[in-house]
Nanobody, 123 residues
Protein backbone atom coordinates (compact mmCIF):
# COMPACT_ATOMS: atom_id res chain seq x y z
CA UNK A 1 0.00 0.00 0.00
CA UNK A 2 0.95 3.63 -0.35
CA UNK A 3 0.03 6.64 1.78
CA UNK A 4 -0.34 10.03 0.09
CA UNK A 5 -0.04 13.46 1.70
CA UNK A 6 -0.68 16.65 -0.24
CA UNK A 7 0.75 20.05 0.61
CA UNK A 8 1.25 23.49 -0.86
CA UNK A 9 -2.31 24.72 -1.20
CA UNK A 10 -3.31 28.25 -0.28
CA UNK A 11 -5.00 31.50 -1.22
CA UNK A 12 -3.76 33.24 -4.37
CA UNK A 13 -5.03 35.86 -6.78
CA UNK A 14 -6.20 35.27 -10.33
CA UNK A 15 -3.23 35.03 -12.65
CA UNK A 16 -0.86 33.79 -9.97
CA UNK A 17 1.01 30.49 -9.93
CA UNK A 18 1.07 27.80 -7.25
CA UNK A 19 2.69 24.40 -6.91
CA UNK A 20 1.13 21.62 -4.89
CA UNK A 21 3.01 18.50 -3.90
CA UNK A 22 2.12 14.93 -3.02
CA UNK A 23 4.47 12.87 -0.88
CA UNK A 24 4.14 9.10 -1.07
CA UNK A 25 5.19 6.71 1.66
CA UNK A 26 4.90 3.00 2.34
CA UNK A 27 5.96 1.85 -1.10
CA UNK A 28 8.11 3.52 -3.72
CA UNK A 29 6.15 5.95 -5.85
CA UNK A 30 7.70 4.36 -8.94
CA UNK A 31 5.34 1.44 -8.33
CA UNK A 32 2.39 3.68 -9.15
CA UNK A 33 0.85 5.81 -11.84
CA UNK A 34 -0.20 9.08 -10.22
CA UNK A 35 -2.86 11.70 -10.80
CA UNK A 36 -4.40 14.88 -9.47
CA UNK A 37 -8.13 15.41 -9.09
CA UNK A 38 -10.07 18.36 -7.72
CA UNK A 39 -13.43 18.94 -6.10
CA UNK A 40 -15.08 22.34 -6.04
CA UNK A 41 -17.77 23.16 -3.48
CA UNK A 42 -21.02 21.40 -4.31
CA UNK A 43 -19.52 19.53 -7.26
CA UNK A 44 -18.10 16.10 -7.97
CA UNK A 45 -14.44 15.14 -8.03
CA UNK A 46 -12.92 15.84 -11.44
CA UNK A 47 -9.77 14.60 -13.14
CA UNK A 48 -7.04 17.22 -13.57
CA UNK A 49 -3.82 15.50 -14.68
CA UNK A 50 -2.08 12.14 -14.66
CA UNK A 51 1.50 10.92 -15.04
CA UNK A 52 2.82 7.46 -15.73
CA UNK A 53 5.01 5.64 -13.22
CA UNK A 54 8.19 6.57 -15.12
CA UNK A 55 7.11 10.13 -15.86
CA UNK A 56 7.34 9.56 -19.59
CA UNK A 57 3.65 10.13 -20.29
CA UNK A 58 1.19 12.74 -19.05
CA UNK A 59 -2.47 13.54 -19.60
CA UNK A 60 -4.48 16.68 -18.82
CA UNK A 61 -8.08 17.76 -18.59
CA UNK A 62 -8.98 20.25 -21.32
CA UNK A 63 -9.77 22.89 -18.70
CA UNK A 64 -6.16 23.01 -17.48
CA UNK A 65 -4.18 22.05 -20.58
CA UNK A 66 -1.40 24.55 -21.21
CA UNK A 67 -1.72 26.08 -17.71
CA UNK A 68 -1.06 23.13 -15.39
CA UNK A 69 1.89 20.75 -15.51
CA UNK A 70 2.33 17.47 -13.66
CA UNK A 71 5.76 16.10 -12.82
CA UNK A 72 7.31 13.56 -10.48
CA UNK A 73 10.58 12.85 -8.73
CA UNK A 74 10.74 9.15 -7.92
CA UNK A 75 13.98 9.60 -5.99
CA UNK A 76 11.96 11.70 -3.54
CA UNK A 77 8.67 9.80 -3.90
CA UNK A 78 6.95 13.05 -4.75
CA UNK A 79 4.53 14.22 -7.43
CA UNK A 80 3.98 17.88 -8.25
CA UNK A 81 1.28 19.92 -9.91
CA UNK A 82 2.48 23.29 -11.16
CA UNK A 83 -0.51 25.57 -11.68
CA UNK A 84 -0.05 28.75 -13.71
CA UNK A 85 -2.45 31.50 -14.78
CA UNK A 86 -4.85 30.45 -12.06
CA UNK A 87 -8.52 31.36 -12.40
CA UNK A 88 -11.27 31.64 -9.77
CA UNK A 89 -12.86 28.53 -11.28
CA UNK A 90 -9.73 26.57 -10.30
CA UNK A 91 -10.78 26.96 -6.66
CA UNK A 92 -11.16 23.47 -5.20
CA UNK A 93 -9.72 20.86 -2.91
CA UNK A 94 -6.93 19.14 -4.85
CA UNK A 95 -6.40 15.43 -4.28
CA UNK A 96 -3.47 13.22 -5.16
CA UNK A 97 -4.24 9.64 -6.23
CA UNK A 98 -2.31 6.48 -7.13
CA UNK A 99 -2.96 3.28 -9.03
CA UNK A 100 -0.59 0.35 -9.53
CA UNK A 101 2.01 0.61 -12.24
CA UNK A 102 0.69 -2.42 -14.11
CA UNK A 103 -2.81 -0.92 -14.29
CA UNK A 104 -1.63 1.81 -16.62
CA UNK A 105 -2.16 5.56 -16.60
CA UNK A 106 -5.82 6.58 -16.63
CA UNK A 107 -8.33 9.32 -15.82
CA UNK A 108 -10.29 7.21 -13.35
CA UNK A 109 -10.05 4.04 -11.27
CA UNK A 110 -7.49 5.15 -8.71
CA UNK A 111 -7.06 3.03 -5.60
CA UNK A 112 -5.29 5.31 -3.14
CA UNK A 113 -6.09 8.89 -2.20
CA UNK A 114 -4.65 11.67 -0.09
CA UNK A 115 -6.63 13.91 2.21
CA UNK A 116 -6.54 16.90 -0.13
CA UNK A 117 -5.19 20.44 -0.05
CA UNK A 118 -7.32 23.55 -0.52
CA UNK A 119 -6.54 25.94 -3.36
CA UNK A 120 -8.49 29.20 -3.42
CA UNK A 121 -8.16 31.69 -6.26
CA UNK A 122 -9.59 35.15 -5.66
CA UNK A 123 -10.67 37.42 -8.50
Amino acid sequence: QVQLVESGGGLVQAGDSLRVSCAASGRSSSSYNMAWFRQAPGKGRDFVAAISWSGSRTSYADSVKGRFFIARDNTKNTVFLQMNSLKPEDTAVYYCAARPRDSGMARSGYDYWGQGTQVTVSS
